[in-house]
Protein backbone atom coordinates (compact mmCIF):
# COMPACT_ATOMS: atom_id res chain seq x y z
CA UNK A 1 0.00 0.00 0.00
CA UNK A 2 1.33 3.30 -1.03
CA UNK A 3 1.81 6.03 2.50
CA UNK A 4 2.61 9.15 1.97
CA UNK A 5 5.75 10.86 3.32
CA UNK A 6 3.72 12.32 6.45
CA UNK A 7 1.85 8.61 6.95
CA UNK A 8 5.39 6.83 6.70
CA UNK A 9 6.95 8.69 9.10
CA UNK A 10 3.65 8.09 11.50
CA UNK A 11 3.94 4.51 10.91
CA UNK A 12 8.21 4.57 11.97
CA UNK A 13 7.05 5.55 15.41
CA UNK A 14 7.77 9.27 14.90
CA UNK A 15 4.79 10.93 16.38
CA UNK A 16 4.86 8.39 19.16
CA UNK A 17 3.96 4.96 19.89
CA UNK A 18 0.04 5.70 20.52
CA UNK A 19 -0.25 6.80 16.63
CA UNK A 20 2.72 4.37 15.16
CA UNK A 21 -0.03 1.51 16.64
CA UNK A 22 -2.95 3.29 14.99
CA UNK A 23 -1.58 3.99 12.03
CA UNK A 24 -0.27 -0.21 11.91
CA UNK A 25 -3.96 -1.17 12.60
CA UNK A 26 -4.64 1.28 9.08
CA UNK A 27 -1.75 -0.31 7.30
CA UNK A 28 -2.45 -3.56 8.19
CA UNK A 29 -6.01 -3.71 6.94
CA UNK A 30 -5.68 -1.84 4.11
CA UNK A 31 -3.27 -4.70 3.15
CA UNK A 32 -5.71 -7.13 3.74
CA UNK A 33 -8.19 -5.88 1.70
CA UNK A 34 -5.35 -4.52 -1.01
CA UNK A 35 -6.19 -1.13 -0.41
CA UNK A 36 -4.03 0.67 -2.54
CA UNK A 37 -3.95 4.07 -0.16
CA UNK A 38 -5.37 5.91 3.09
CA UNK A 39 -8.16 8.30 2.44
CA UNK A 40 -9.10 11.19 4.68
CA UNK A 41 -12.55 10.53 6.86
CA UNK A 42 -15.27 13.02 7.27
CA UNK A 43 -16.27 11.60 11.08
CA UNK A 44 -15.68 8.74 13.18
CA UNK A 45 -18.56 6.40 14.66
CA UNK A 46 -16.65 4.24 17.55
CA UNK A 47 -18.25 1.34 18.74
CA UNK A 48 -16.62 -0.80 21.77
CA UNK A 49 -18.10 1.07 24.25
CA UNK A 50 -20.39 -0.82 26.66
CA UNK A 51 -18.18 -2.15 29.27
CA UNK A 52 -19.86 -5.17 29.09
CA UNK A 53 -18.57 -5.65 25.74
CA UNK A 54 -14.53 -4.89 26.16
CA UNK A 55 -14.05 -6.02 29.69
CA UNK A 56 -10.74 -4.74 31.42
CA UNK A 57 -8.69 -5.67 28.61
CA UNK A 58 -10.12 -3.27 26.08
CA UNK A 59 -10.26 -0.43 28.60
CA UNK A 60 -6.81 -0.54 29.19
CA UNK A 61 -5.91 -0.66 25.59
CA UNK A 62 -8.06 2.75 24.97
CA UNK A 63 -6.14 4.44 28.52
CA UNK A 64 -2.77 3.94 27.42
CA UNK A 65 -3.47 5.78 24.16
CA UNK A 66 -2.39 9.22 24.08
CA UNK A 67 -3.64 11.86 21.00
CA UNK A 68 -6.35 13.22 20.22
CA UNK A 69 -8.93 13.05 17.48
CA UNK A 70 -8.55 15.23 14.11
CA UNK A 71 -11.86 15.12 12.72
CA UNK A 72 -15.05 15.23 14.50
CA UNK A 73 -15.80 11.58 16.59
CA UNK A 74 -18.58 9.91 18.49
CA UNK A 75 -19.49 7.12 20.82
CA UNK A 76 -21.65 4.29 20.14
CA UNK A 77 -23.97 3.25 22.78
CA UNK A 78 -22.25 2.56 26.40
CA UNK A 79 -23.52 -0.38 28.85
CA UNK A 80 -25.84 2.23 30.94
CA UNK A 81 -27.35 5.31 31.11
CA UNK A 82 -24.81 7.76 32.64
CA UNK A 83 -26.37 9.43 34.70
CA UNK A 84 -29.74 7.15 35.62
CA UNK A 85 -27.57 3.75 35.82
CA UNK A 86 -28.61 3.22 39.76
CA UNK A 87 -32.29 2.93 38.01
CA UNK A 88 -31.18 0.19 35.83
CA UNK A 89 -29.86 -2.17 38.05
CA UNK A 90 -26.78 -1.46 37.04
CA UNK A 91 -23.96 -2.19 39.67
CA UNK A 92 -21.71 0.50 40.92
CA UNK A 93 -18.81 -1.82 40.21
CA UNK A 94 -20.08 -2.00 36.48
CA UNK A 95 -21.12 1.68 36.47
CA UNK A 96 -17.29 3.11 37.56
CA UNK A 97 -15.63 0.67 35.08
CA UNK A 98 -18.62 2.31 32.32
CA UNK A 99 -17.47 5.51 33.42
CA UNK A 100 -13.94 5.05 33.32
CA UNK A 101 -13.88 3.94 29.81
CA UNK A 102 -16.27 7.28 29.01
CA UNK A 103 -14.03 8.99 30.42
CA UNK A 104 -11.22 7.65 28.67
CA UNK A 105 -12.69 8.20 25.22
CA UNK A 106 -13.20 11.82 26.40
CA UNK A 107 -9.52 12.26 27.12
CA UNK A 108 -8.89 11.41 23.19
CA UNK A 109 -10.97 14.25 22.15
CA UNK A 110 -13.84 12.10 21.17
CA UNK A 111 -17.54 13.69 21.68
CA UNK A 112 -18.93 11.29 24.65
CA UNK A 113 -22.72 11.25 22.97
CA UNK A 114 -23.44 7.49 23.43
CA UNK A 115 -25.60 6.91 20.19
CA UNK A 116 -26.36 4.43 17.13
CA UNK A 117 -28.25 7.46 15.43
CA UNK A 118 -25.39 9.97 15.26
CA UNK A 119 -26.90 11.73 11.36
CA UNK A 120 -30.19 12.64 14.17
CA UNK A 121 -28.17 14.52 16.29
CA UNK A 122 -25.45 16.01 14.50
CA UNK A 123 -25.71 17.49 11.03
CA UNK A 124 -21.98 17.95 10.41
CA UNK A 125 -21.03 14.17 10.28
CA UNK A 126 -21.64 13.07 7.12
CA UNK A 127 -23.12 13.91 3.44
CA UNK A 128 -23.87 12.74 0.46
CA UNK A 129 -19.90 11.10 -1.04
CA UNK A 130 -18.10 11.41 2.44
CA UNK A 131 -16.00 8.76 3.02
CA UNK A 132 -16.50 8.13 6.67
CA UNK A 133 -14.99 5.51 9.54
CA UNK A 134 -18.40 4.03 11.39
CA UNK A 135 -18.58 1.01 13.49
CA UNK A 136 -22.38 0.54 14.23
CA UNK A 137 -23.71 -1.70 12.54
CA UNK A 138 -27.62 -0.05 11.23
CA UNK A 139 -25.14 3.92 11.34
CA UNK A 140 -23.13 2.16 8.73
CA UNK A 141 -26.23 1.18 7.06
CA UNK A 142 -28.16 4.35 6.96
CA UNK A 143 -24.70 6.28 6.60
CA UNK A 144 -24.27 4.27 3.26
CA UNK A 145 -27.67 3.68 1.95
CA UNK A 146 -29.85 6.67 3.05
CA UNK A 147 -27.44 9.33 3.26
CA UNK A 148 -25.43 8.30 0.55
CA UNK A 149 -21.82 8.22 2.24
CA UNK A 150 -19.09 5.94 1.89
CA UNK A 151 -18.10 3.74 5.23
CA UNK A 152 -17.09 0.34 6.06
CA UNK A 153 -18.12 -1.53 8.78
CA UNK A 154 -14.99 -0.29 11.02
CA UNK A 155 -14.20 -2.39 14.24
CA UNK A 156 -13.70 -0.63 17.46
CA UNK A 157 -9.79 -0.46 17.40
CA UNK A 158 -9.67 0.46 13.31
CA UNK A 159 -11.99 3.51 14.19
CA UNK A 160 -10.71 4.50 16.80
CA UNK A 161 -7.24 4.31 14.65
CA UNK A 162 -9.33 6.63 11.97
CA UNK A 163 -10.23 8.83 14.57
CA UNK A 164 -6.76 9.62 15.90
CA UNK A 165 -5.09 9.55 12.43
CA UNK A 166 -7.58 10.88 10.37
CA UNK A 167 -7.44 8.53 7.70
CA UNK A 168 -8.99 5.10 6.64
CA UNK A 169 -7.91 2.39 3.91
CA UNK A 170 -9.79 2.73 0.31
CA UNK A 171 -10.89 -0.36 0.37
CA UNK A 172 -15.11 -1.86 0.90
CA UNK A 173 -17.67 0.41 0.39
CA UNK A 174 -15.44 3.38 -0.21
CA UNK A 175 -14.98 1.88 -3.87
CA UNK A 176 -17.83 2.19 -6.50
CA UNK A 177 -17.33 -1.39 -7.65
CA UNK A 178 -18.66 -2.87 -4.24
CA UNK A 179 -21.47 -0.27 -4.11
CA UNK A 180 -23.52 -1.99 -6.83
CA UNK A 181 -26.66 -3.86 -6.16
CA UNK A 182 -26.43 -7.59 -6.36
CA UNK A 183 -30.24 -8.64 -5.50
CA UNK A 184 -33.81 -6.63 -6.90
CA UNK A 185 -36.82 -7.00 -4.46
CA UNK A 186 -40.16 -6.15 -5.22
CA UNK A 187 -42.01 -6.07 -2.43
CA UNK A 188 -46.00 -6.73 -3.29
CA UNK A 189 -47.49 -4.72 0.24
CA UNK A 190 -47.79 -2.04 1.86
CA UNK A 191 -45.60 -1.31 4.70
CA UNK A 192 -45.97 0.66 7.24
CA UNK A 193 -43.82 1.47 10.71
CA UNK A 194 -41.96 -2.29 11.94
CA UNK A 195 -43.35 -3.58 9.04
CA UNK A 196 -39.59 -2.25 7.60
CA UNK A 197 -38.01 -4.13 10.79
CA UNK A 198 -39.47 -7.70 9.75
CA UNK A 199 -38.90 -6.99 5.98
CA UNK A 200 -35.16 -6.54 6.62
CA UNK A 201 -35.00 -9.20 9.13
CA UNK A 202 -36.30 -11.14 5.93
CA UNK A 203 -33.96 -9.80 3.82
CA UNK A 204 -30.79 -10.02 5.72
CA UNK A 205 -31.37 -14.05 6.12
CA UNK A 206 -31.80 -13.98 2.55
CA UNK A 207 -28.63 -11.73 0.86
CA UNK A 208 -26.47 -12.31 4.33
CA UNK A 209 -23.60 -9.60 2.96
CA UNK A 210 -24.46 -8.21 -0.50
CA UNK A 211 -26.85 -5.06 -1.46
CA UNK A 212 -30.31 -5.01 -1.91
CA UNK A 213 -32.01 -2.80 -3.96
CA UNK A 214 -35.55 -2.47 -3.31
CA UNK A 215 -38.91 -1.68 -5.40
CA UNK A 216 -41.34 -0.36 -2.60
CA UNK A 217 -44.95 0.00 -3.15
CA UNK A 218 -44.78 2.40 -0.22
CA UNK A 219 -42.32 4.98 0.43
CA UNK A 220 -40.24 4.96 3.83
CA UNK A 221 -39.96 7.76 6.04
CA UNK A 222 -36.41 8.51 7.49
CA UNK A 223 -37.42 6.05 10.63
CA UNK A 224 -38.77 3.09 8.39
CA UNK A 225 -35.19 3.25 6.54
CA UNK A 226 -33.17 3.34 9.84
CA UNK A 227 -35.23 0.33 10.92
CA UNK A 228 -34.59 -1.60 7.83
CA UNK A 229 -31.12 -1.25 7.59
CA UNK A 230 -30.86 -2.10 10.99
CA UNK A 231 -32.66 -5.46 10.99
CA UNK A 232 -30.76 -6.38 7.96
CA UNK A 233 -27.41 -5.67 9.19
CA UNK A 234 -28.63 -7.78 11.92
CA UNK A 235 -29.89 -11.06 10.44
CA UNK A 236 -27.83 -10.65 7.48
CA UNK A 237 -24.42 -8.22 7.66
CA UNK A 238 -26.04 -5.93 5.09
CA UNK A 239 -24.02 -2.59 5.05
CA UNK A 240 -25.76 -0.88 2.00
CA UNK A 241 -29.12 -1.09 0.87
CA UNK A 242 -31.10 0.83 -2.07
CA UNK A 243 -34.53 1.79 -2.45
CA UNK A 244 -36.07 2.56 -5.71
CA UNK A 245 -36.65 6.61 -5.79
CA UNK A 246 -36.22 7.19 -2.03
CA UNK A 247 -32.16 6.64 -1.37
CA UNK A 248 -29.55 7.60 -3.43
CA UNK A 249 -28.80 5.85 -6.93
CA UNK A 250 -26.37 3.01 -7.60
CA UNK A 251 -23.21 3.71 -9.20
CA UNK A 252 -24.39 1.56 -12.01
CA UNK A 253 -26.01 -1.53 -12.45
CA UNK A 254 -25.36 -5.08 -12.97
CA UNK A 255 -27.07 -8.00 -13.07
CA UNK A 256 -29.31 -9.12 -10.19
CA UNK A 257 -30.94 -11.97 -8.73
CA UNK A 258 -34.47 -11.20 -8.43
CA UNK A 259 -36.84 -12.10 -5.48
CA UNK A 260 -40.29 -10.55 -4.62
CA UNK A 261 -41.93 -10.81 -0.84
CA UNK A 262 -45.67 -10.48 -0.56
CA UNK A 263 -47.62 -9.54 2.69
CA UNK A 264 -48.01 -13.16 3.93
CA UNK A 265 -43.80 -13.37 3.84
CA UNK A 266 -43.79 -9.94 6.13
CA UNK A 267 -46.53 -11.36 8.38
CA UNK A 268 -44.56 -14.77 8.61
CA UNK A 269 -41.97 -12.61 11.05
CA UNK A 270 -45.16 -11.38 13.36
CA UNK A 271 -46.12 -14.70 13.13
CA UNK A 272 -43.04 -16.49 14.15
CA UNK A 273 -41.94 -14.41 16.71
CA UNK A 274 -44.70 -12.55 18.25
CA UNK A 275 -47.22 -15.36 19.49
CA UNK A 276 -46.07 -15.66 23.40
CA UNK A 277 -45.45 -11.87 24.49
CA UNK A 278 -47.98 -12.09 27.30
CA UNK A 279 -44.89 -13.24 29.87
CA UNK A 280 -42.61 -10.84 28.51
CA UNK A 281 -41.40 -9.21 31.85
CA UNK A 282 -39.98 -5.82 29.84
CA UNK A 283 -41.05 -3.86 26.34
CA UNK A 284 -38.17 -2.19 24.80
CA UNK A 285 -38.19 0.42 22.30
CA UNK A 286 -35.84 2.15 20.87
CA UNK A 287 -33.23 -0.07 18.36
CA UNK A 288 -31.89 1.98 17.17
CA UNK A 289 -32.26 4.81 19.08
CA UNK A 290 -35.99 6.80 18.86
CA UNK A 291 -36.26 10.03 16.91
CA UNK A 292 -37.73 12.87 17.99
CA UNK A 293 -40.78 12.09 15.74
CA UNK A 294 -40.77 8.35 16.94
CA UNK A 295 -40.95 9.89 21.19
CA UNK A 296 -43.79 12.08 20.02
CA UNK A 297 -45.55 8.70 18.08
CA UNK A 298 -44.93 6.87 21.78
CA UNK A 299 -46.28 9.58 23.93
CA UNK A 300 -49.23 9.64 22.22
CA UNK A 301 -50.04 5.95 22.85
CA UNK A 302 -49.47 6.15 26.60
CA UNK A 303 -51.11 9.30 26.96
CA UNK A 304 -53.10 9.34 30.11
CA UNK A 305 -52.25 5.56 31.17
CA UNK A 306 -50.03 3.61 33.16
CA UNK A 307 -47.73 0.97 32.14
CA UNK A 308 -48.03 -2.47 34.23
CA UNK A 309 -44.99 -3.95 32.84
CA UNK A 310 -41.27 -2.56 32.35
CA UNK A 311 -41.07 -0.33 29.21
CA UNK A 312 -38.04 1.02 28.42
CA UNK A 313 -37.47 3.93 25.37
CA UNK A 314 -34.16 4.25 24.45
CA UNK A 315 -32.49 7.79 22.66
CA UNK A 316 -29.86 9.39 22.35
CA UNK A 317 -29.10 12.14 25.08
CA UNK A 318 -29.25 14.79 22.85
CA UNK A 319 -32.51 13.65 21.21
CA UNK A 320 -34.03 13.47 24.67
CA UNK A 321 -32.83 17.17 25.19
CA UNK A 322 -34.32 18.66 22.37
CA UNK A 323 -37.79 17.50 23.44
CA UNK A 324 -38.64 16.92 27.21
CA UNK A 325 -41.73 17.59 27.25
CA UNK A 326 -41.93 14.01 25.46
CA UNK A 327 -39.51 12.97 27.71
CA UNK A 328 -41.82 13.94 30.48
CA UNK A 329 -45.24 12.68 29.00
CA UNK A 330 -43.60 9.32 28.36
CA UNK A 331 -42.49 8.98 31.69
CA UNK A 332 -45.61 9.99 33.43
CA UNK A 333 -46.64 6.66 32.30
CA UNK A 334 -43.99 4.81 34.47
CA UNK A 335 -42.06 4.10 31.42
CA UNK A 336 -38.60 5.01 31.40
CA UNK A 337 -36.87 6.99 28.63
CA UNK A 338 -33.05 5.86 28.40
CA UNK A 339 -30.29 7.65 26.76
CA UNK A 340 -26.95 6.60 26.22
CA UNK A 341 -27.48 2.62 25.80
CA UNK A 342 -29.96 -0.34 24.18
CA UNK A 343 -31.64 -3.42 25.35
CA UNK A 344 -28.73 -4.99 23.76
CA UNK A 345 -25.64 -3.20 24.49
CA UNK A 346 -26.90 -2.97 28.65
CA UNK A 347 -25.99 -6.11 30.82
CA UNK A 348 -29.48 -4.76 32.54
CA UNK A 349 -31.27 -6.81 29.84
CA UNK A 350 -29.20 -9.98 31.32
CA UNK A 351 -31.65 -9.60 34.41
CA UNK A 352 -34.82 -9.92 32.57
CA UNK A 353 -36.36 -12.90 31.26
CA UNK A 354 -38.33 -12.08 28.23
CA UNK A 355 -38.24 -9.09 26.00
CA UNK A 356 -40.70 -7.54 23.40
CA UNK A 357 -39.58 -5.42 21.14
CA UNK A 358 -40.25 -3.68 18.00
CA UNK A 359 -36.73 -3.97 16.06
CA UNK A 360 -36.18 -6.37 14.14
CA UNK A 361 -32.56 -6.06 14.49
CA UNK A 362 -33.17 -6.30 18.92
CA UNK A 363 -34.89 -9.28 17.62
CA UNK A 364 -31.87 -10.68 16.24
CA UNK A 365 -29.63 -10.00 18.73
CA UNK A 366 -31.14 -9.99 21.97
CA UNK A 367 -31.38 -13.71 22.47
CA UNK A 368 -27.45 -14.28 21.71
CA UNK A 369 -26.27 -11.19 23.50
CA UNK A 370 -28.15 -10.87 26.32
CA UNK A 371 -29.01 -14.83 26.92
CA UNK A 372 -33.07 -14.26 27.12
CA UNK A 373 -35.78 -14.85 25.20
CA UNK A 374 -36.70 -12.05 22.61
CA UNK A 375 -40.31 -11.99 21.15
CA UNK A 376 -41.53 -8.70 18.34
CA UNK A 377 -44.65 -6.42 17.88
CA UNK A 378 -45.60 -3.85 16.21
CA UNK A 379 -44.82 -0.48 18.03
CA UNK A 380 -48.82 -0.32 19.15
CA UNK A 381 -48.50 -3.65 20.42
CA UNK A 382 -45.26 -3.31 22.18
CA UNK A 383 -46.99 -0.39 23.97
CA UNK A 384 -50.38 -2.06 24.58
CA UNK A 385 -48.19 -5.03 26.04
CA UNK A 386 -46.31 -2.92 28.24
CA UNK A 387 -50.51 -1.29 29.06
CA UNK A 388 -51.70 -4.75 29.95
CA UNK A 389 -50.22 -7.16 32.77
CA UNK A 390 -47.49 -9.94 32.22
CA UNK A 391 -49.00 -13.33 32.21
CA UNK A 392 -47.18 -15.70 34.62
CA UNK A 393 -46.50 -19.03 32.83
FE1 LIG B 1 -28.50 0.90 18.45
FE2 LIG B 1 -28.36 -0.89 20.34
FE3 LIG B 1 -29.96 -1.27 18.34
S1 LIG B 1 -26.67 0.17 19.46
S2 LIG B 1 -29.03 -0.23 16.62
S3 LIG B 1 -30.12 0.38 19.83
S4 LIG B 1 -28.64 -2.78 19.24
Given at each position: MHLTRVEERIYQGEQ???????????????????AEKLIPVKSVQIAGVSFKNIGDAGLEWIMDLKGRAVVPSILNPAGMDLCRWKEMGISQEFADKQLETVEAYRKLGISIECSCTPYLIR?????????LAWSESSAVAFANSVIGARTNREGGPSALAAALIGKTALYG????????????????ADLKGSDYGALGFKVGK???????????????????????GAAMAASGSVALFYVDGVTPDPPYAQKEEDLSLDRDEID???DTYGQNCEDADTVAIGCPHCSIE?????????????????????TARATAARCPDLVERIERSGAKVICDTCMVVSPASE??????????????????????????????GCIKAALEPMVRR
Open positions: GESLRKMMEILVALGEIYGSDLASQGDHYHLDENRVPTHHIRVEIVGDEVPRFSLRSRPSRDELKSLEVYELEGIAGLLEGQHVKRELWVCKRRKMMVNSGKALAYIPGLCGIEACFGTTE
